[in-house]
């Protein structure tokens, strides 16, 4: 297998049709897929249905399609490394953030890791485990910063923990129910939360069956961004369950509060989660050492925004 032959199938699958690959990597239509025959030849297996809306790979092609993802992310890591060594390191880094971490410490660290790496350029995604965990498996993510829970799959990831905080229920400022002080006072209300498929026994239980709380599941609307959630919380009655260090966010302490109530939610943990066995390159190194020194340097700042946010953090480096 040559590297043309496997970026030839990475591209076409991305794009959906050779046409498409072509255009993308700046070759002919028929340079791809002579590629993508010799690839075939090459192994004696189909890897492509092609049809009228272009083409499909079969489940030899998607099996393929992994480890060629695998094999070019770690060539780049190789170039980026070597580039640093000379003193001349450009390319690509990917990385995944939780939304909170994204709103709060990422501006200043990605400031300093430019400063460091200028020839660098980032790819963010910002969203739920379940969104990071198959670009680290597929390798077009090299790590993520993100929730440490009993869901991540071991021992095919490994993480470095940073943070532990705290759970809360909240309501917009002026909610008719904000004086209340117990989960059993809001379960005739609609909620609205933000958690991946895989998540929602645990969810519930952290919520509202530890606490003996039945609910009836036509209250429970689930809503995949932060800032959607946030919209629906601040413009109708309906409840959410976030992280505790959001609510020191103005766009966020501003119109939403954290209910008193007597229940102890979930003490949740953010780390640093990369698939075991596979090193970071030196971009990703040079971040996560970026990521930790804004952290040590923002817990001893006495801004009161810093002080706000690290009162609501237990430090785990």
Known sequence: M???????????????????????LGVSQTSVAKALRELEEH??????VRNANGVVLTQYGQSLLQHARQMLSQLERAQLELAHLSHEAQGQLRLGISPWMGMTLLPEVV??????MPKVRLE????????ALPRLRDGTMEFAVGLVSSLLPRPEFVSDPLFAYQMAVVARREHPRRHSQSIHELLDLDWVVNYPDASHEGLMTELFWQHGAQIDMQHIHRAHSPQLTLLMIE????LSYFPEPMLTVP????????LPLKEAFATDTIGIVTTRNVQLGVAAQCFVECLTQVIRRRARSARKEYVQLFDTLELLI
């Open 2 to 24: 040559k590297l043309h032959q496997l970026r030839a199938l990475v591209m076409t699958a991305d794009c959906g049709s050779i046409r498409a690959a072509a255009r993308q």
């Open 43 to 48: 192994l004696h297996l189909p890897l492509l």
């Open 111 to 116: 400031m300093l890791f430019r400063q460091r």
């Open 124 to 131: 963010i995604f910002e969203g739920l485990m379940a969104v």
């Open 235 to 238: 413009q109708t009655d309906m």
């Open 251 to 258: 766009m966020y302490g501003e119109r939403v509060a954290r």
